[in-house]
């Protein structure tokens, strides 16, 4: 897996039934897929095989009504996959519902981060 560095803020993770929520790693899925018209290509992004992305996809489409990724089947034309309306609906809530839970937190956040000694770095 990729070493990424970790934004400063909320991960914010939504349970939308008792075994299903939609969290970073699904939401970077789906912004993948949306910049990059790959299942394949979105999970390298994130350093994960295509195995677990695809897994990803599939758990968003079984628990939606609807389809939130279209994929097509590679060969000599090639795959691809693109968010369907649902697709992109999703999205933007979820990140809607971050930006909100960071507006809602900065205050107290910015407070914290300025007692972090220097082992924080």
Do not use: C
């Not at 789906?30 to 758990?59: C, F």
């Not at 968010?83 to 979820?94: I, P, Q």
Request: hydrophobic content about 45%; glycine content about 12%; proline content about 4%.
């Amino acid at each position: 897996m990729k070493s990424r560095k970790r934004a400063i803020g909320p991960r914010l993770r939504i349970f939308l039934a008792p075994d299903f929520a939609i969290g970073p790693g699904k939401a970077e899925i789906l912004q993948g897929i949306r910049e990059t018209g790959s299942i394949a290509a979105a999970g390298r992004r994130m350093g994960m095989s295509y195995k677990r992305a695809w897994n990803l996809v599939d758990a968003m489409n079984q628990h939606f009504r609807a389809p939130v990724v279209e994929a097509a089947k590679g060969g000599k034309a090639g795959g691809g996959a693109v968010l369907t309306e649902l697709g992109e609906e999703v999205l933007a809530s979820y990140q809607r519902m971050v930006s909100l839970a960071m507006e809602a937190i900065e205050p107290d956040l910015e407070k914290l981060m300025k007692e972090l000694g220097d082992r924080s770095e």
